[in-house]
């Protein structure tokens, strides 16, 4: 992943923060494949998969708490900076 697409995945994380209240399960799961996460297969909520990561799990309720959004947008952001560092070495 390059520094331009590592920058717009940060407005996005950025803009979504903004609208926490409101934000949709599917525009999480928009911005977990954007930065490279795989969706796996069966389970009631969405589970998303990365080499050397920990799984990220979206809930699918149509309306989600503040925390959790926040929550997921801290783990998506955390892989960005693991992703500037691994492309620095």
Excluded: C
């Excluded at 903004?18 to 389970?43: D, E, I, M, Y």
């Excluded at 929550?71 to 998506?76: C, F, G, N």
């Amino acid at each position: 992943m390059n520094d331009r697409a590592i920058r717009r995945l940060r407005r996005r994380i950025d803009r979504l923060r903004l609208q926490a209240a409101g934000v949709r399960p599917r525009q999480l799961k928009a911005l977990a494949v954007s930065a490279g996460w795989r969706q796996r297969k069966g389970g009631r909520h969405l589970t998303f998969v990365k080499d050397g990561r920990l799984p990220l799990t979206i809930p699918a309720h149509s309306k989600m708490k503040e925390f959790t959004v926040g929550s997921i947008l801290d783990m998506l952001e955390e892989d960005l900076y693991y992703e500037e560092e691994m492309k620095d070495v």
